[in-house]
């Protein structure tokens, strides 16, 4: 693989003796990962049933290294959202997050939403998690893993970090800021990174990190814990930023960042006026641990009293009349009833996370859970709600074999045979949800979503 050279010359100088093997570390394969879901499935429920070979990421519970002939992407269990595939050195970044059930989490830069479904599965279904990505695109693809890994709890937002500061004054008990980098730790995964590379962009990147963190340290709540990541080795991205940033901001402290065999720390001396602490930082090197290149930096901000903020709480949407189809549909077709604050856009109908604030003027693709469809004189529940629904929430499941004919013919989006009662029926694989289909005269109709359909295949 052809490298930089002015990139090439940097890192000699600053590895040295360890340069040659950093350098052959390039020639070998990278490390393929997947993280289990546990909003979907246990770990040790899905190493029961999962076809493929493999074996534990040291610092991450959920996360596995998987055989260089499987299939993980195109198989049903990752259309069922239980499993994210995700480079193993990326997990160690959710794993510090470390968020509880019930706090209120922002992740910042967060397309594709890899570390957002890592925080999301710890989180499980409590508390409010922000997912915010400003290029629309990946904001959408954002969204779409949110929905996929049947997560409830989380509103998806297309905003620069600056707009989002205004609305969430020290709000967040913990941010996760895996900043836009020059990715030099990606070269091997990505080499679209590796074209772009040049000192002006490391530059412009750090200085990009520096704003983005302004923003996360004003959303941050008092005690609240700040995660920096980046996947490159630059210093002026990873001990630099967190260098400067900490110099502004004496009202944050570096924190002891765990380490497990084979992670390296953060280097004071490759930086001008190194922040205490930042030995305390991580540093993950390809030459040194199975996966690519990643810096991460644990902050906690000081304990004290914030000045009073006014607070406009996001306003449900509670016209019962309007609910009516929904509410049938809940008891007919299932054994629990999702309810709380509802909002509705357009005809599409949420549950708001709770503690939400409002979101007039934002740009908002998921408002969080997205329950279905207020038709005339009918609901139709989305693909979000079976995915994140568990068998015994429904009345009427029909579970079929990973392998089975059956299963590929569903997702193709054909019809298939069904016993039992009209109605809808979560279309499980394995018993995990994968979609609803409508059984009418023994004929299950597909509504596995168009877009997603195995066509091809
Ligand atoms: C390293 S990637 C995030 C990866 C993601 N956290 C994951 O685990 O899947 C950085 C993201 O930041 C976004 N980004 C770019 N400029 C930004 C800015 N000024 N503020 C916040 N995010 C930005 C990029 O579009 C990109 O999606």
Redesign the pocket.
Known sequence: MQLPQLFLDKMKDLLREQYAAFVASYEEEKARGLRVNPLKAPVRDFLRIAPFELTEVPWVSEGFYYGKEDRPGKHPYHEAGLIYIQEPS?MA?GALVDPRPGETVL??????????THLAGRMNGEGLLVA????PA?AKILSQNVERLGVRNAVVTNE??DKLAARFPAFFDRI?V????SGEGMFRKDPDACAEWSPEHVTMCAD?QL??LESAAKMLKPGGRLVYS??TFSPEENEGTISRFAERHPEFAIEDAQAYEGFDRGRADWTADAAPGIGETLRLWPHRIRGEGHYAAVLRKADGEELPVRRKHAKGFNDLKALKDYFSFADEALTVTPAGEFTLFGDQLYLLPSGMLSLDQLKVVRPGWHLGTLKKNRFEPSHALALSLKGDEVRNRLSLPAESPQMLAYLKGEALEAEGPKGWRLVEVDGYSIGWGKVADGTLKNHFPKGLRWTGR
Request: charged share 25%.
């Open positions: 990326a970044v992740d910042l830069c967060a397309a594709p939403g890899g570390k957002t915010n990505e400003p290029h990946r620069m970090p996760l895996d900043a836009p980098c990009r704003d983005i980046t996947c």
